[in-house]
């Protein structure tokens, strides 16, 4: 799914308008029919809505909603500033709202007189996308009172006070419990700093024109299950072990050995043909006991000091692999040798990071998988995680890699300069030997013939996909990096069913 800019969200709809005979008031209707249908569904408990709106076309969308809540039976409060200049489809909204003597209308203060009872949601259409500044004056006010409210709370379209394409930093911005955004997904929604303030996201389809969206190009794009279908390749029945490549995992030191054997697993379960794991010899019994599916490569002896790698696999390398001086000695040796595209994670990263020229070692179309500290030692120092991603698109196009940034929403960045964010996944995942897994997944579908994009867009949608299954058995706090990898085969039984489903 593409991520549009402001602007172009704007010409969107007013393409729409253009070329389907459909007016900005029918548009502005169609929006707020989606979110009373998801209201309805999903706020059966309450029955009093407070309705903040602005005077633009997001508390025109406002209006709407309070109309419809109203007709469908809910007792609803609008809070507004009367007195402001209304955009035209707000105003005709607006004047519409009054004459239905059953909704009270209320300036904007007199909230602070409201009683917000246990069964009152609220609802925020103060501003839209089209926000230019911070909030100020009686809408900062505002906005901190409702904050303070324990009520649920439900933004339309964006929580206001925040930008959909950048950060404002220390802004005032509606901290909402769900967005309900209209057909795209905003930038800002994916993001830590900005992100934290969406809540759940629900997209509502308001049938915007699919020439316009698929004519309009994007260099920001979210992982959709569309996307991981038209990627996921089902197992032919005729196939065999030589089918699905040779995975190499090159990890594991003395104290460190269970990330590779995380990795080795990882590996395993995804798919692979063959799957060998290159470790020291002080964890052999471990590795051979715990992964006896896995062929045993000794690499040294309490940490790994010779990289033998093979022309027919594909090698994952990094989990628990240690910084020790031989190991990362041999490690560069490998690197300036080795043309191949590798998986490179953790430690091997640290290792590469020691100095500015490792960098160009990274053979072209390699997957590198740094969390933000990493990507700091490697790249350095970001103000925030918007202008991250701009460095890490100028890197994956100027070393010609792949970066899999990994985050709450780990994002994917091609040589091209696009970036995908993943939208599966939850804090379950904030373990150790989370990473470790990932690292066996993408060298895993590497090997079996995904394209290096292919192999890093299906990897992180699966392994966050497979955290919400053991996160729904164990919770979310209680889940482990095993449980994680157990539940694999639900993601592909889910894959291939949907995959069945669209033949």
């Known amino acids: 799914m593409k991520i549009f800019t402001t602007e172009q969200i704007r010409k969107c709809d007013q393409y729409t308008i253009t070329y389907e005979s459909v007016s900005s008031l029918q548009l502005m209707e169609r929006s707020a029919q989606s979110c009373v249908d998801w209201i309805s569904e999903n706020c059966k408990n309450h029955r009093n809505f407070a309705i903040f ?12 909603i309070a109309k419809m809540l109203y007709m469908k039976g809910f007792d609803v409060d609008v809070f507004t500033n009367s007195k402001a200049k209304f955009s035209a489809d707000a105003n005709t909204n607006f004047k519409e709202l009054k004459e239905i003597s059953g909704v009270a209308i209320n300036n904007f203060k007199e909230a602070e007189l409201y009683r917000f009872d246990n069964r009152t949601v609220i609802i925020d259409a103060i501003f839209g996308t089209g926000l230019s500044r911070k909030l100020d004056g009686e809408f900062k006010d505002l906005i901190d009172f409702l904050n303070s409210k324990n009520n649920p709370k439900i933004s339309i379209d964006i929580p206001s006070g925040l930008f959909a394409d950048d950060i404002l930093e220390d802004s005032t911005v509606f901290k909402a419990d769900y967005t309900l955004s209209f057909q795209f997904w905003k930038k800002s929604f994916l993001h830590p700093e900005t992100g934290k303030y969406t809540g759940k996201i629900e997209i509502l389809n308001i049938n915007l024109n699919k020439d316009y969206i698929s004519e309009t190009g994007s260099e920001n794009f979210v992982i959709g299950e569309e996307m991981v279908e038209n990627i996921f390749k089902p197992r032919d029945d005729f ?55 896995a062929m045993f490569i000794e690499g040294g002896d309490d940490y790994i000091e010779n990289f033998k790698v093979e022309e027919n696999v594909v090698c994952g390398i990094g989990p628990g692999l240690g910084t020790d001086e031989k190991t990362a000695e041999n490690f560069l040796k490998f690197l300036k040798e080795y043309s191949k595209p590798l998986i490179i994670d953790a430690d091997a990263l640290n290792i590469i990071s020691k100095d500015k020229k490792n960098l160009n070692f990274i053979p072209k179309k390699s997957i590198i998988t740094p969390h933000p500290k990493e990507f700091e030692r490697l790249f350095g120092t970001s103000k925030n995680s918007f202008e991250r991603i701009e460095k890490a698109r100028k890197k994956a196009e100027e070393l010609e890699i792949y970066i899999v940034l990994k985050d709450h929403h780990t994002q994917v960045i091609t040589p091209e300069g696009n970036v995908f964010y993943n939208i599966t996944g939850n804090s379950g995942l904030a373990k150790g030997g989370s990473g470790d897994i990932l690292t066996g997944i993408l060298t895993s579908f590497l090997a079996q013939k995904y394209s290096e994009e292919e192999a890093a867009l299906l990897g992180v949608w699966f392994h966050g996909k497979a955290a919400e299954f053991a996160s729904e058995k164990y919770s979310k706090e209680a889940v482990i990096p095993t449980d994680v990898i157990n539940e694999f085969g639900s993601v592909f039984e889910e894959l291939n069913s949907k995959v069945s489903q669209s033949l």
């Open 53 to 64: 709106c602005g005077n633009g076309n997001n508390g025109g969308d406002g209006f709407v």
């Open 239 to 293: 196939s065999h072990k030589g089918t699905f490549g040779n995975a190499l995992i090159a990890g594991g030191s003395y104290g460190k050995i269970g990330a590779g054997v995380l990795s080795t697993k990882a590996a395993l379960r995804s798919g692979a043909g063959l799957t060998f794991t290159l470790a020291p010899k002080c964890g052999y019994e471990i590795l051979q006991t715990s992964c006896p599916e």
